[in-house]
Every structure is written in structure tokens, then in C-alpha cells.
């Protein structure tokens, strides 16, 4: 079955630097996208970014546009996302999920989800 798999979560200090990883398998698809969400107690889960596997096509949420960058290896499965300048408020447990097809920031179209890794920014 479809397995994701985050790892790369932690402490870092506003300013810093994280990458998260997100290793997919379990599945064969041509055509298919990977996106990071994020959420935080009693608030959505919120887009973050996502990439399309067949042409690398990147979306961001305006607030991470400019601070963080989607990319994908897809002889490893594995798609990363990098997260410079981090800020207080990018604290969030993150999650990476798939979807057939086309990129969407829409959690709604997602079929499947890792477990979710936890990131936070403080001093």
C-alpha cells in the first residue's frame, strides 16, 4: 500500500534552516503530486507547497513564497522541502501527502498522508 514517510522536523531558531524529507512508496502512478501541509492545534491543515512528478511544476502558499523551496528526486521517490528564514509562526506539525495528477493546494483532493513531522521555531 501507499506509504509517505516525513523526516527532517526539529528545533531551529528563528532565521534558521530546516529540510524536510518525504519518502513515497508503495505505488505506481505516472502522473502524480506531492504536497506539504502544515497545522497547528485547533486551526486547518493549510497548503503549503506542492510538486506535480511528471513536469515539476511548484506551487507555494504566499506566506512561505520566497522562504521555501519544493523539490523532487524522483529516482528516490523522495520529495524535500526546504524551509529557509523560518519564523515563530512556522511552527506546525507538517505533513507531506499524494494525489493523482495535477498540482492543488487543496487537502480535499489528497488521498494519502505520512504521519506528519513537527517543526518548531523558537529562541
Known amino acids: 500500500q501507499v506509504q509517505l514517510v516525513e523526516s527532517g522536523g526539529g528545533l531551529v531558531q528563528p532565521g534558521g534552516s530546516l529540510r524536510l524529507s518525504c519518502a513515497a512508496s508503495g505505488f505506481t502512478l505516472d502522473y502524480y503530486t506531492i504536497g506539504w501541509f502544515r497545522q497547528v492545534p485547533g486551526k486547518e491543515r493549510e497548503g503549503v507547497s506542492c510538486?506535480?512528478?511528471?513536469?515539476?511544476?511548484?506551487f507555494y502558499t504566499d506566506s512561505v513564497q520566497g522562504r521555501f523551496t519544493i523539490s523532487r528526486d524522483n529516482t528516490k521517490n523522495t520529495v524535500y522541502l526546504q524551509m529557509n528564514s523560518l519564523k515563530p509562526e512556522d511552527t506546525a506539525v507538517y505533513y507531506c501527502?499524494?494525489?493523482?495528477?495535477?498540482?492543488?493546494?487543496?487537502?480535499?483532493?489528497?488521498?494519502?498522508w505520512g504521519q506528519g513531522t513537527q517543526v518548531t521555531v523558537s529562541s
Open positions: 510538486i506535480s512528478t511528471s513536469d515539476g511544476r511548484t
Open positions: 501527502a499524494l494525489k493523482r495528477g495535477w498540482s492543488s493546494l487543496s487537502r480535499w483532493e489528497y488521498d494519502y
